[in-house]
């Protein structure tokens, strides 16, 4: 993960602590849900934040920033049709994500090392409820998640309509720090 980091401009320092940062995310449960608490504000001011930036702000609190499957069961918990799991984890098959596609389900793909990237599970937000709070519902957070595909390197993730996006890491979001 550190080389990643300098690949992407970043301090080693900070590769280190992504890499910590998903790999806690990546050892809880297949499907554990998270408690998205509200939006980091400053004032009544939304606070924006670079990916790098939004993972130092929970650092500083001791916590972290959610991934994307904890992203997908919280979307789950909410009514969504949520998590399908890939049959073939190693290869992202063109035929399987083509027909995934064609019943609502976006990709989400996992980043292996810095040249492997490979289908991680697949997401439909069909049936969901919403999200409950007026602002985290109407805005894009940060998910933990490297992605390195396309030239974009980070997901993002819109709780009001559950969907992740590929996107830079310069680019600023906000952010929701979990435990």
């Not at 050892?27 to 998205?36: I, R, S, T």
């Not at 930036?53 to 920033?65: F, N, S, T, V």
């Not at 991934?67 to 949520?82: F, I, K, N």
């Not at 399987?96 to 064609?102: A, C, G, H, I, Y």
Request: glycine share 8%; with cysteine.
């Amino acid at each position: 993960m550190a080389n990643n980091a300098n690949v992407l401009g970043t301090s080693v320092a900070w590769g280190k602590l992504l890499a910590a940062t998903v790999l806690v995310g990546t050892c809880m449960a297949a499907q554990a849900a998270v408690v998205l608490p509200e939006v980091a504000k400053r004032g009544r001011v939304l606070v924006g934040f670079t990916k790098e930036r939004a993972i130092e702000h929970c650092y500083k609190q001791g916590k972290r920033l959610p991934t994307v499957r904890e992203l997908a069961a919280w979307a789950q918990q909410r009514g969504s049709v949520g998590i399908q799991e890939s049959p073939n984890k190693a290869l992202a098959y063109p035929l399987e994500v083509d027909l995934m596609q064609r019943k609502g389900f976006d990709t989400v793909y996992l980043q292996q090392s810095c040249s492997q990237t490979v289908v991680d599970f697949y997401f439909n937000p069909r049936g969901f409820k919403g999200a409950g709070r007026a602002t985290l519902g109407k805005t894009r957070i940060w998910a933990a998640d490297e992605r390195n595909l396309g030239g974009l390197d980070a997901y993002t993730f819109t709780p009001g309509y559950p969907t992740f996006r590929a996107d830079s890491s310069a680019r600023e979001y906000a952010v929701s720090c979990v435990q």
